[in-house]
C-alpha cells in the first residue's frame, strides 16, 4: 500500500498544472498532478508542501489546500491511495528540480487530452465536472 497527496494547483485563467513524468520512472512520460508519498511523520497537506517545494520550487501554505477526493487504484505491483487536493494560491514559478520531463497549464476541458496514469482518471472526470474551482 503506497500513500501518496497530490493538488489539482489552478492558476488565474483557471488552468490546472500537470507535470510529465521522467523517464526511467515508472509510467514515464505520463502527465500527473503534482504531489508525492507521504512519509510516516506528515500529514498528507505537509507531504504536498514539502512535495511542490522539492520538485517544483513552489511554496504553499497549508491553510491554501483544499480536500477534493481521494483514489483507491490497484496496480499490479502495489495499491495506492491518492489524497487529492485543490490549491489557488502558492508563491515561486514552476521549476522542474527533479528531472520531470515537462509541465503544462492545462485547461479542465483539455484535462483528457493528456495521457495519465489510471489512478488520476477518476480525478480527471471530476475536475471536469466541477461548475467552478474557486
Known sequence: MIYVAAVALTN?????????????????GLWEFPGGKIESHESPEQALQRELKEELNLTVDLDDLVHLCFVS???????????????????????????????????????????MPPADLPVVEILCNLASLR
Not at 487504484?73 to 508563491?91: A, E, G, N, R, S
Open 73 to 115: 487504484h490497484p496496480y499490479p505491483d502495489f495499491h495506492l491511495v491518492m489524497l487529492i487536493y485543490t490549491c489557488h494560491q502558492w508563491q515561486g514559478d514552476v521549476e522542474m528540480l527533479e528531472n520531470q520531463e515537462d509541465f503544462a497549464w492545462v485547461a479542465r476541458d483539455d484535462l483528457k487530452a493528456y495521457p
Open 12 to 28: 488565474q485563467q483557471g488552468e490546472i498544472l500537470l507535470v510529465q513524468r521522467p523517464a526511467g520512472k515508472q509510467m514515464a
